[in-house]
């Protein structure tokens, strides 16, 4: 469909003598390749996983050689909707093909090669970031030694593709939207692409993690019986929303969305994902937080129940914190010391 | 990496020199209640088995992982859903059958989940103990290191009270080790074991 694509990506650390030590983090919904450090004309720009990527940190690069992407569909820099088709000479837009789970999964293999790394020490992520680093000990079972699965799931739920049904519809109806080709009009369908984004910031949270941070706490105090902002959540959501909304492309939040939708390895194989990871080879740990509700340990323990079904393998580890979904990106102690663990067991399988 | 030989394991918990003396090369073995994983990481050494642990520390989780071996966080008390029937040649209790609550459901999971089953725990008939209550207190020794109202230990029995159980629970002991500290124990073992070891599988 595409006759050809860029993907950018930024890496971190050295690649060793025998190209042994790459790890490959997959970005979730709204990530791209920027995972770790900061640049040097731009200091405040951290890299969205930086807490655990780095030197001295859990996934250490001073041993390991780390490899972000922006995945392709996406806004920051690889092939998207937003970008210039060069046969037409304008955005692709709507024409911008439908990618999944497994499409990335094709494109991150390519980028591989490009770099000579044969198999990966490790490939991880958490959300739709840990069904791409599932995907791949299903497709390339020999090309990947451990696969990470943080906050995951082996496909969506009714629930979970009715949210993001919600959120793209807040798009799809947005006026600017123009049936995707919004850029010809000059115009951003701003206000579905923020909706989008509430919802969807709802969910990643626990509803404890929102009552410690804003209960009912009202902006000025008192009640003004209007539809202004007058709870401190109602402030929040929309500053997340708005923030989100001026940088990230909507045509990229629908892909993204649909990606996760489809993403469902046992679906070829009669829904038994016993027999989804029959081809997998690869050593796992799978990580769930205890209030993650969009994505819930029981999805995960529904992934190890079928890895050790195939006797792969499998370490799981259920981390009690109360920021729901969003807790796979947060500094937490237990969270980072199991992270730290495993990375140096698997920096103890090649040499330097 | 930690690696133990066998008496060195032996002296550190008598009771899995007899665990480990009963799983044969290659067997896949599930350890319920794995600790720091130390018994999995010994009988992965040394018999090359394919083991995973069940714990519910945080603590031991990353010492499990530290250690090399398989460990899959989760509360023995609710079941061992996450495993099929038959998935195990061996699933290890040790130490942890006297602080169970459900003990039946879990000895019967134990059976669906392995071929045979393997359960140690200290004898309370040990003479030591009934000695202690004769005085008038609840034993405290280095079997039973609690004091009566912080002892996580619910359900603590004596040898004879076990075999009654799997005689009523269609279960079919296979063998039986009884020792104090690291030495076996064959004379009178019910009064003079501190700490049983049983193998066990569903009777046919």
């Known amino acids: ?352 | 990496m930690s690696t133990h030989d066998h008496s060195s394991l032996a002296a550190i918990r008598p009771d899995f020199a007899a665990i480990a003396s009963w799983i044969p090369q290659g067997a896949s073995v599930l350890d319920l209640g794995c600790g720091d994983g130390s018994l999995l990481r010994y009988l992965q050494d040394a018999r090359g088995v394919r083991g995973y642990g069940v714990e519910i520390s945080d603590l031991n989780i990353v010492t499990c992982i530290q250690n090399g071996v398989n460990v899959i966080q989760g509360d023995l008390e609710s079941g061992l859903s996450g495993f099929e029937t038959d998935a195990f040649d061996y699933v290890v209790l040790s130490q942890t059958l006297q602080a169970m609550r459900n003990t039946e459901d879990l000895m019967q999971e134990i059976l669906r989940v392995g071929r045979a089953g393997i359960v140690s725990f200290p004898n309370f008939g040990y003479w030591k103990n009934r000695l202690c209550v004769l005085r008038g207190n609840m034993p405290v020794s280095e079997d039973l290191p609690y004091q009566w109202y912080d002892t996580p230990n619910v359900h603590l029995c004596t040898l004879h009270d076990f075999e009654a159980f799997c005689h009523g629970h269609k279960v079919h002991i296979l063998e039986r080790r009884v020792m104090t500290g690291d030495s076996e124990v064959r004379l009178l073992p019910n009064l003079l074991g501190s700490t049983a070891v049983y193998r066990f599988k569903r009777e046919a």
């Not at chain 1, 009714?158 to 798009?171: E, S």
């Not at chain 1, 046992?266 to 081809?279: C, H, Q, S």
């Open chain 1, 1 to 352: 469909m595409l006759p050809h694509y860029d993907l950018v990506y930024e890496t971190y650390g050295a690649l060793n003598a025998d190209k042994s030590n790459a790890v490959l983090v997959c970005h979730a919904l709204s990530g791209h390749h920027h995972v770790a450090g900061y640049y040097a004309d731009d200091p405040k720009n951290v890299g969205w996983w930086d807490t655990m990527i780095g030197p001295g940190k859990p996934i250490d690069t001073d041993k390991f050689f780390v490899i972000g992407l922006n995945n392709l569909g996406g806004c920051h820099g690889s092939s998207g909707p937003s970008s210039i088709n060069p046969a037409t000479g304008k955005p692709y837009g709507a024409s911008f093909p439908v990618v999944t789970v497994e499409d990335w999964v094709e494109s991150q293999a390519r980028l591989a090669d490009r770099l000579g790394i044969k198999q990966f020490a490790a490939v991880m992520g958490g959300s739709l970031g840990g069904m791409q680093a599932l995907q791949w000990s299903l497709s390339y079972p020999a090309r990947v030694r451990h696969v990470l699965a943080i906050a995951c799931a082996p496909h969506l739920s009714a629930q979970n593709i009715a949210f993001n049904d919600v959120a793209r519809n807040a798009i799809l109806t947005d006026p600017d939207f123009h049936g995707g080709n919004y850029y010809e009009h000059g115009v951003v369908p701003t206000r579905g692409l923020r909706l989008a984004r509430m919802l969807g910031h709802i969910t990643y949270l626990s509803d404890d993690a929102m009552a410690d941070k804003f209960g009912r706490a009202l902006r000025s105090g008192k009640l003004g019986y209007s539809y202004d902002i007058e709870f401190e959540i109602e402030s929040y959501l929309r500053y997340q929303g708005d923030k989100f909304a001026s940088y990230f492309d909507a045509n990229t939040y629908l892909l993204m969305t649909k990606a996760l939708d489809y993403f469902d390895p046992a679906r070829e194989y009669n829904d038994d994902l016993n027999r989804a990871f029959a081809a997998a080879r690869a050593n796992f740990l799978v990580l769930s937080f205890t209030t993650d509700w969009r994505f819930s340990p029981e999805r995960s323990r529904a992934i190890v129940k079928a890895l050790l079904h195939n006797r792969l393998n499998v370490s799981y580890g259920e981390i009690t914190s109360n920021h729901g979904h969003d807790s796979f990106l947060m500094q937490h102690e237990h969270y980072h010391a199991v992270m730290r663990a495993y990375f140096a067991r698997i920096a103890g399988e090649f040499s330097a």
